[in-house]
């Protein structure tokens, strides 16, 4: 902001999920909730990012007029989700209850703000990078994983969601995407 005096572009990359031996998720069963983790979790990956584009939406606006001449491009919000958080892929399986719901969250947030900030040309996504190579994801890999290529090098993923929201147009906006820009379910 102090530079340009505005903001292109907001990556809300922060995100928890737990590792259950250090934390009390993710939790694989109902037996698991524990309310501070599950408040937390939600705090982290779905109030955090919207309380973060609030404050910077008024920086992010682009008028009507720079748009039309070609002046300066949409704005966009990129909230990092995860295919878990789509309640129609939710197939079963893994359980991770306050992840899921907080990252389903965080997606109806992304869609909502969507309808909202068009108007002031902002675009929004929601992005899930796929299985990366982070301390996040660390304690889920098994050997071998990284390499059969099921564990995807942070440099990989980052230059593959550059390319999805550099080729983003407005229909895209409000929607959940993979890594590789397919669309995912809601």
Do not use: C
């Amino acid at each position: 902001k102090e530079h340009n005096g505005r903001v292109d572009i907001l990556f809300n990359v922060a995100g928890v999920l737990g590792d259950s031996k250090n934390t009390p998720g993710p939790e694989r069963n109902v037996t698991q909730f524990n309310q501070e983790w599950f408040e937390m979790q939600m705090n982290v990956n779905a109030i955090g990012p919207m309380m973060i584009a609030q404050a910077l939406v008024p920086f992010m606006k682009v008028s009507r007029k720079d748009l039309k001449n070609g002046s300066r491009a949409q704005s966009v919000v990129v909230n990092m989700s995860a295919r878990v958080g789509s309640i129609a892929d939710n197939e079963g399986g893994l359980g991770w209850h306050s992840y899921r719901m907080s990252k389903a969250a965080l997606n109806m947030g992304t869609r909502t703000l969507a309808h909202e900030l068009k108007r002031s040309g902002i675009w929004t996504i929601a992005l899930y990078p796929g299985f990366t190579d982070t301390a996040m994801s660390v304690p889920f890999q098994r050997p071998g994983m990284k390499e059969k290529g099921m564990i995807f090098p942070v440099d990989f993923t980052v230059g593959r969601m550059l390319d999805v929201v550099e080729n983003m147009d407005e229909k895209h906006s409000g929607g959940l995407f993979d890594w590789s820009g397919i669309a995912l379910p809601f």
